[in-house]
């Protein structure tokens, strides 16, 4: 569905991605780990296009989108949720989700999965807040939103930047809830995240990241035992 060929791209001449290959399969849940400095967050920009690469392509089903602009890549089915999230939040819960549904109306109905009842099953906390002020509301209940924001768009595949970053912990286990749902349904997702023990739950296989590089790939038997392997936790993610 989506491979990374040898990609490289960085800040200012100085280069983060260093010919990074990898690639996502329709129908399955992969997950990129990795510590912090890794370059996994500059990878998810790369990917969605809001950072050109240096080198190296992307493709989707066998086309190059490399070239594209992040509009016109979730015009094609991709959706990425940020760490920052970029919500509006002088805009309501509804105007953010309406927002995304015109998008979605126009762009994606030959892909259409999703409406706001589709939503709102998975995070019912939406159906009471629609009319609420998006800066009002906590860290977890803006990062359901802006998942939702994203499904709304109808995507193909679902990229999500560490989303359980300072969230408590029953947020987390709702956030991982959906993904299941979302895995059931048959959505392809990249899950970027630190929290191992999350990825593994979320994820069929995964790649191990450093220093802008892809250094280990795990099959879903290796995945499943990752959490034993105190060589590989302590090489590459410190813990």
Same mark, same amino acid.
């Given at each position: 569905?989506?491979?990374?060929?040898?990609?490289?791209?960085?800040?200012?001449g100085l280069p983060v991605l260093k010919g990074l290959?990898?690639?996502?399969?329709?129908?399955?849940?992969?997950?990129l780990i990795g510590a912090n400095g890794a370059g996994?967050?500059?990878? =998810?920009?790369?990917?969605?296009?809001l950072l050109p690469l240096t080198a190296g392509r992307?493709? $989707?089903?066998?086309?190059?989108?490399?070239?594209?602009?992040?509009? $016109?890549?979730?015009?094609?089915?991709?959706?990425? =949720?940020?760490?920052?999230? +970029?919500?509006?939040?002088?805009?309501? =819960?509804? +105007?953010?989700?309406?927002?995304?549904?015109?998008?979605?109306?126009?762009?994606?109905?030959?892909?259409?999965?999703?409406?706001?009842?589709?939503?709102?099953?998975?995070?019912?906390?939406?159906?009471?807040?629609?009319?609420?002020?998006? $800066?009002?509301?906590?860290?977890?209940?803006?990062?359901?939103?802006?998942?939702?924001?994203?499904?709304?768009? +109808?995507?193909?595949?679902?990229?999500?930047?560490?989303?359980?970053?300072?969230?408590?912990?029953?947020?987390?286990?709702?956030?991982?809830?959906?993904?299941?749902?979302?895995?059931?349904?048959?959505?392809?997702?990249?899950?970027?995240?630190?929290? =191992?023990?999350?990825?593994?739950?979320?994820?069929?296989?995964?790649?191990?990241?450093?220093?802008?590089?892809?250094?280990?790939?795990?099959?879903?038997?290796?995945?499943?035992?990752?959490?034993?392997?105190?060589?590989?936790?302590?090489?590459?993610?410190?813990?």
């Open positions: 569905m989506l491979r990374a060929e040898a990609i490289e791209a960085g800040y200012g290959t990898f690639g996502i399969e329709r129908n399955e849940a992969v997950a996994k967050s500059t990878l =998810v920009r790369a990917l969605c296009g992307i493709l $989707q089903d066998g086309r190059e989108i490399q070239r594209l602009p992040a509009h $016109q890549r979730t015009r094609h089915g991709i959706a990425v =949720v940020l760490e920052s999230r +970029h919500l509006f939040g002088e805009l309501s =819960v509804r +105007h953010n989700l309406e927002l995304a549904a015109a998008h979605g109306e126009r762009h994606g109905a030959a892909r259409r999965k999703f409406r706001m009842d589709d939503v709102i099953g998975l995070f019912p906390f939406l159906g009471g807040r629609l009319d609420a002020s998006v $800066q009002l509301l906590s860290g977890g209940e803006q990062q359901m939103v802006a998942i939702a924001r994203a499904l709304l768009l +109808h995507p193909e595949l679902l990229i999500l930047d560490e989303p359980s970053t300072g969230l408590s912990p029953k947020v987390v286990r709702e956030i991982v809830g959906a993904l299941a749902t979302l895995r059931s349904a048959g959505m392809s997702i990249l899950l970027v995240e630190q929290n =191992v023990a999350l990825a593994v739950e979320a994820a069929d296989r995964a790649y191990v990241m450093s220093l802008g590089l892809i250094v280990q790939e795990l099959d879903a038997a290796a995945w499943k035992g990752v959490l034993d392997d105190e060589a590989l936790l302590q090489a590459y993610l410190g813990s």
